[in-house]
């Protein structure tokens, strides 16, 4: 009872904050956990005459279905081969770029290109792939003409299956990469800075102090991001690699959210079930691999989420 109207005289007193929270949480109830009703739909022949509740239930044919199809393999390997050359690629950038800054004793410097290097991304995902083919165009971006200059013949590179994964990951990190080691710069901030002075007294050089003292210092940030990131391996954004598609480069560039995309609204009879039950499956995949790369942490670092 006392825990109850002390709860109730703090919402008194401080209802504008309650109020301001009610925000995110109408947010977060609205648009995560109420379309989770209509997930029932992967385990029925969805029919809009008939509604959710109505359409008749057949199972786990959907998702028999979408392992039996031809695009199984394909868009299942594309989708984890991306987000795993992304994770790969692009996670150490952002920890070695925060460690870099962090080092930097100029601030007027520092603060420079940490405003360029979050710039990027800020762009939006239109304006960032009109860049590439800008860029990558065979006529007149900037990288056909260097090698035309030196005598090379120009490559379709958007067309290029062997290119078109290095494009899109390594653009990504170019955006990305201010951003992403925000988390880190702030971890790095809390890092006790008697321990720098201690090594500076003890004659430690910048490297030794980042090797000693630093990456110890945020390794748990480190390892919970890792995790994180891991859990998404099979959420491969969908608009950046739908915008960057083309019929030739199509058995490279087809992911699992742009073949629930199509599926769902393009196809000659579009399929509802069909593309949530695709949707649950990746779902379900990306869970089942956050418990296990949490398991494996907690076993060998004891750090993890839970």
């Not at 039996?68 to 994770?87: A, D, E, H, K, P």
């Not at 003409?145 to 990951?169: P, W």
């Not at 629930?260 to 509802?272: M, V």
């Not at 089942?288 to 989420?305: A, D, F, G, P, R």
């Amino acid at each position: 009872m006392k825990a109850v109207r002390g709860l109730k005289k703090d919402f008194i007193r401080n209802w504008q904050l309650y109020l301001l929270l009610l925000i995110p949480f109408t947010f977060l109830i609205v648009f995560n956990y109420v379309p989770i009703y209509g997930l029932q739909i992967a385990f029925k022949r969805f029919n809009g005459a008939l509604g959710i509740w109505g359409s008749p239930w057949v199972g786990f044919e959907q998702f028999k279905k979408f392992f039996s199809t031809y695009y199984f393999q394909r868009v299942l390997t594309n989708t984890f081969f991306i987000g795993l050359y992304s994770l790969l690629a692009g996670f150490p950038f952002s920890i070695i770029f925060a460690l870099a800054l962090n080092a930097t004793q100029y601030l007027r410097f520092k603060k420079a290109v940490q405003m360029i290097t979050y710039a990027p991304y800020f762009i939006s995902t239109v304006v960032m792939v009109g860049l590439i083919n800008q860029l990558f165009s065979t006529h007149y971006g900037m990288f056909n003409q260097f090698r035309e200059l030196f005598g090379m013949e120009k490559i379709t590179f958007l067309n290029e299956t062997s290119y078109f994964i290095h494009i899109y990951v390594w653009s990504g990190i170019w955006q990305g990469l201010g951003w992403g080691s925000i988390i880190y710069l702030a971890a790095l901030s809390g890092v006790d800075s008697q321990l720098h002075e201690a090594a500076i007294v003890d004659g430690a050089s910048v490297f030794q102090r980042i090797v000693h003292i630093d990456i110890p210092g945020i390794t748990p940030t480190i390892v919970l991001m890792l995790i994180l990131n891991s859990g998404s391996i099979l959420s491969v954004g969908f608009e950046k690699i739908y915008l960057m598609q083309n019929p030739i480069n199509l058995p490279v560039s087809e992911v699992i959210s742009t073949y629930i995309y199509k599926e769902g609204l393009f196809a000659n009879i579009p399929n509802y079930s069909y593309s949530t039950a695709v949707g649950l499956f990746n779902t379900v995949i990306c869970f089942i691999i956050l418990v296990i790369v949490n398991q494996v942490s907690k076993k060998v670092s004891e750090t993890s989420l839970w």
